[in-house]
């Protein structure tokens, strides 16, 4: 993960081979001259311009004896599915509430999920 300068900006919108549209981004850096940076377009980099400094993952390829830069956004910035983040929420609420109810002596271990006791067998 490094920071770099952005210096040239190109945003192409492009079709691919299984006909799904995505953004083809190339950027140009202080830290990297004339040399283009290869990566997709996104939410995390949709607003960058000319002059930003941001943080990317830069991987070098050889293709056919010429060497390309690749970026990538962090994984963090990328923006997580919502679906995913709402579910460990969930998750994380019950366990809080199950911890703060044994505490207080509501235990609801030997409860049912609709808090209703849990019968003897």
């Given at each position: 993960m490094e920071k770099i300068t952005i210096t040239r900006i190109a945003r192409s919108n492009k079709t691919s081979s299984a006909g799904?549209?995505?953004?083809?981004l190339g950027i140009q850096a202080n830290e990297y001259g004339e040399q283009w940076l290869n990566g997709f377009g996104n939410k995390s980099n949709e607003n960058w311009n000319n002059g930003d400094t941001v943080e990317v993952t830069i991987e070098k390829k050889t293709v056919n004896g010429k060497e390309y830069l690749n970026f990538e956004t962090p994984k963090s910035s990328r923006g997580a599915d919502n679906s995913?983040?709402?579910?460990?929420?969930?998750?994380?609420?019950y366990k809080l509430d199950t911890i703060i109810?044994?505490?207080?002596?509501?235990?609801?271990?030997?409860?049912?999920?609709?808090?209703?006791?849990t019968p003897d067998f």
């Open positions: 799904k549209s995505y953004v083809s995913e983040v709402l579910t460990k929420l969930g998750k994380i609420e109810k044994h505490l207080s002596g509501e235990d609801m271990l030997d409860r049912n999920s609709d808090g209703s006791p």
